[in-house]
């Protein structure tokens, strides 16, 4: 008799990610669209990633740490801000880069995110603080701005500052960070699905469907 295999209900997938970095917020939000469409539910954990740790604390303008570090252009940097505005917008994320944008540091973010998950709301505040610089252009390294983040998801903002005044996981998110690259994760995001099968680069929604239904977590397709 043929046995009978019950769907796996949930999928555990652990993304390395920096709260800068724009095909990370692309990456997810084409994998949660390929997860709700395919029936499968995801059980995201976010692991911290730097890909600026040496930054200075006031950030530097977006355009000219592009150039220095990758040597774009300014035309090549204006046709990646369309081109991830486009890809952002077909699964439900809103880029708005603007002259003058600035990228900053982000370890208190990750230790926000940290402080967040302990109250159960990690991915919520990485959601809240993506928007935050993507959609709304703030500066993700000011505590006033990720306390505003806290707040937003229902958690107590004072708590959030406080957390961060006291560097409460400051070791914990070093040693996630050197655990990674450990593992040789270098450029991100890095998914690894499953805790064994890892996928770099945003793959878009085709491909992330075709990775659950390999992994054997295709559902019911959503309308």
């Known amino acids: 008799m043929a046995e009978v295999q019950t769907p796996r209900t949930a999928l555990r997938v652990d993304i390395i990610s920096d709260v800068v970095c724009p095909w990370c917020a692309v990456g997810y939000s084409q994998l949660a669209f390929a997860a709700r469409r395919a029936g499968v539910t995801l059980d995201i954990h976010w692991q911290p990633f730097e890909l600026n740790p040496g930054i200075a604390p006031e950030g530097e303008n977006l355009r000219e740490h592009l150039a220095a570090k990758y040597g774009s252009t300014d035309e090549q940097s204006a046709q990646v801000r369309a081109q991830l505005t486009d890809l952002g917008a077909a699964v439900g994320f809103t880029f708005r ?72 996981h400051a070791d914990s998110v070093r040693q996630r960070e050197t655990f990674w690259t450990s593992q040789g994760i270098r450029g991100v995001p890095a998914m690894v699905f499953d805790g064994r099968h890892l996928v770099t680069g945003a793959q878009g929604v085709e491909n992330y469907t075709s990775i659950l239904e390999q992994l054997g977590f295709a559902g019911t397709t959503l309308n």
């Not at 993506?130 to 252009?137: K, M």
């Open 97 to 168: 880069f603007f002259d003058g944008m600035r990228i900053y540091n982000t370890f208190q973010a990750h230790q926000a995110i940290a402080w967040a998950d302990e109250h159960g709301k990690g991915h919520e505040m990485k959601q809240a603080l993506l928007r935050s610089y993507f959609t709304d252009g703030k500066d993700i390294s000011d505590p006033d701005v990720l306390a505003e983040a806290a707040e937003s998801i229902g958690l107590a903002g004072s708590e959030a500052r406080t957390a961060l005044q006291s560097g409460l």
